[in-house]
């Protein structure tokens, strides 16, 4: 099969999506499958044998600059207005921003053309721009699925009770508004 593995992020040195992304690549190509690693930044550490296309973005939450102001230029499309626009109100920008970004890489472009993938895989982005993704997929029956594998609504469950103040509250409902994708 030829699978485009999707990764908003793929740090690879701590968490799990740069890891699992690494592994499951391997794995997938030691089988025989032809594997496209489609990731925002941080980028992963590939095996040989598989494929990285990478998805810029305007890496709002990288380590040497959190939370930083892009300039103008920067502003390029709408993936880059959705991502900036979410951060400064407090949410968390990158799932949706990069589904959006995932989906205009990997929708067909002409028309009757094939896409040249059998099967999408999100690796835990989840980001409402893959629902426009697979109903232009759907012609070409090229399905789309994810893997969840952090119950994300456990931490938020978990830093709602641990929070000390209804502002505090508040905020994290506010980083926490991805969850609804």
């Known amino acids: 099969m030829r699978i485009a593995l999707l990764s908003y992020r793929s740090l690879p040195t701590c968490g799990g999506q740069g890891v699992y992304v690494r592994h499951l690549s391997r794995e997938l190509v030691a089988l025989g499958h032809h594997v496209q690693v489609l990731s925002g930044p941080p980028y992963p550490d590939l095996d040989d044998g598989v494929g990285l296309t990478e998805l810029p973005s305007l890496d709002l939450y990288r380590d040497s600059d959190p939370f930083r102001w892009p300039g103008l230029a920067e ?18 920008s990158e799932p949706l921003s990069f589904s959006l970004r995932a989906y205009q890489a990997l929708r067909p472009r002409a028309a009757g053309g094939r896409p040249p993938f059998d099967i999408v895989h999100d690796n835990q982005g989840l980001g409402y721009g893959l629902l426009a993704l697979r109903a ?22 978990l830093s709602l009770a641990a929070a000390s103040s209804f502002t505090a509250r508040v905020g994290l409902r506010r980083w926490y508004s991805f969850l609804p994708m």
């Open 75 to 92: 502003l390029r499309a709408l993936p880059d207005v959705v991502e900036f626009g979410m951060m400064r109100t407090g949410q968390f």
């Open 136 to 157: 232009a997929l759907r012609p070409h029956r090229i399905p789309v699925v994810s893997t969840v594998h952090h119950p994300i609504t456990v931490d938020r469950r």
